[in-house]
């Protein structure tokens, strides 16, 4: 018999990528049905997945009753929450918390979530405007010690992110300006739309309390890059002109909304010090994905994929 697994953020691009790799691997989509959290289930993307058999469910993260009917009869549940939907750390927060308690109360086996590092932690109090890193760092600490059996898969930074961060300049040269090093930045690189399933299914496959997962733990990235190794590669897998631009933090900050300017800022300056996952090594973590008959995008093979930077 099958167990149930309640995905929330069904249609975006983290869950949608779980419901993909399980509904792609022959023997979790014989292990798991698939109930989809979606806001709007009469969305295209909503329907598309109705179609592959997941059952849709619509859900309210600030309601515990809505998130009640969520989980019920779930064995594994994953979840992602969005900070920036309402730049809030509180409000995304309480939503983490119902969650859990939701699923302790449903009696869930294994909670499944899309964290990432404290970062005001991690930088001795240095960099403490990183709320959205922050906030799912105060999720995951909650979930530790309700006692509901959990893994943390914790995403890169995106490579799609390049798409809007590299503008094309009217020479045809395309450029990235922001206030790190060039050779010191360390960009922990996913392609976040196809790999970041590829992640989570180690944790499906194995368990919440599997030896093979350090302190229940998956970092979700291919590799780390400098800022010049994206540059370069980028350089010779398109055959167009690129550059790495270091400016001054006051030059990065007014390129921003107000409310915007501290959080990706420091979110930066973190890619340099301490790190993105404050030194990690991302080979373990990779190794699962290979081990579980995966791979992971290259940012040459990502780059290879977008017909914009390609034709």
Known sequence: MSKLITVFGATGLQGGSVIKAILSDATLSQQFKIRGITRDTSKPAAQELSKQGVELVNA????????????????????????????????????????????????????????????T??????????????????IEQYMRQSGVPSTFVLPGYYMSNFLQFMPKGEDGSYTLAVPISATKSRFPLIDIADDYGSFVKPALLHGPKSDKIK???????????????????????????????????????????????????????????????????????VKLVEEAGGKVTTWEAFIKKQSVWME
């Open 60 to 119: 309210d993260m600030n309601s515990r009753s809505s998130v009640d009917a969520a989980v019920k009869d779930a064995h594994t549940v994953f979840l992602v929450t969005n900070f920036w939907e309402t730049m809030s750390r509180d409000t995304e927060v309480k939503q983490g918390k119902i969650v859990t308690d939701s699923a302790k109360a449903a009696g869930v086996q294994h909670l499944i979530f899309s964290s990432l590092n404290n970062i």
């Open 121 to 138: 932690e991690t930088s001795g109090g240095k960099l403490t405007h990183v709320l959205h890193f922050d906030g799912k760092a105060d």
């Open 215 to 285: 302190d229940n733990r998956i970092l979700a990235a291919a590799a780390y890059y400098s800022g010049q190794e994206i540059m370069d590669t980028f350089m010779k897998t398109t055959g167009k002109g690129a550059k790495f631009q270091s400016i001054p933090e006051e030059v990065y900050k007014s390129f921003l909304p107000p409310a915007m300017q501290m959080e990706l800022l420091e979110n930066h300056l973190a890619l340099e010090d301490p790190g993105y996952y404050a030194g990690a090594a991302l080979e373990p973590s």
